[in-house]
C-alpha cells in the first residue's frame, strides 16, 4: 500500500493553496517574541493576546494580507537622550507576528489594555448550499 502525500491525494483538488499556507506558517518567526495566547471564547470566536509590555496604541499596526493577520510593532523612543537605564530588561525592539486565517475567519476587532493586545476573531459558517451542474451533450463544449 502506496501512502501519499497530501496535495498529491488525487481526491484533493484545489489544495494546492493549503501547501503554501502550511510551508509559509512553517518559514514565519518562531522566535518567542512577543509571547501570545489564543484561546476560544465561543463556538466560533477566539481571541488572540499578545503581551506588548511598553507599546502605545500608536507603535502597533494590525494588517491582514493574503489571509493572514499580520500585527507589527515598533516603540518611538522620545526621551532617547534622556533616560540612564542601569538594566534594561524590558524589551524594546520591533516585532512582527504572523497569523494564518482560515476562509471565513474575519477579525472582529482589537484593544489595547494593560499592556496586552486583545484581538476577537469570528469564523462566519458558510451557508450549505446545493449546485446543480448542467450536463452537455457535446464533449468538449464547455461553457464558462
Known sequence: MTKLNFPSHPLLLGFD??????????????????????????????????????????????????????VRGQQQDTEKDERVFLHRGIAARQFQRAFALADGVDVAEACLQDGLLHIDLIRKEPEETVQTVPISRNRGEVSR
Request: charged share 30%; hydrophobic share 40%.
Open 17 to 70: 493553496r493549503l501547501e503554501r499556507l502550511v510551508e509559509r506558517t512553517a518559514r514565519a518567526g518562531t522566535d518567542g517574541y512577543p509571547p501570545f495566547n489564543i484561546e476560544v471564547t465561543g463556538q466560533n470566536s477566539f481571541r488572540i493576546t499578545l503581551a506588548l509590555a511598553g507599546f502605545r496604541e500608536e507603535d502597533l499596526a494590525i494588517t491582514i494580507e493574503r489571509r493572514q493577520l499580520i
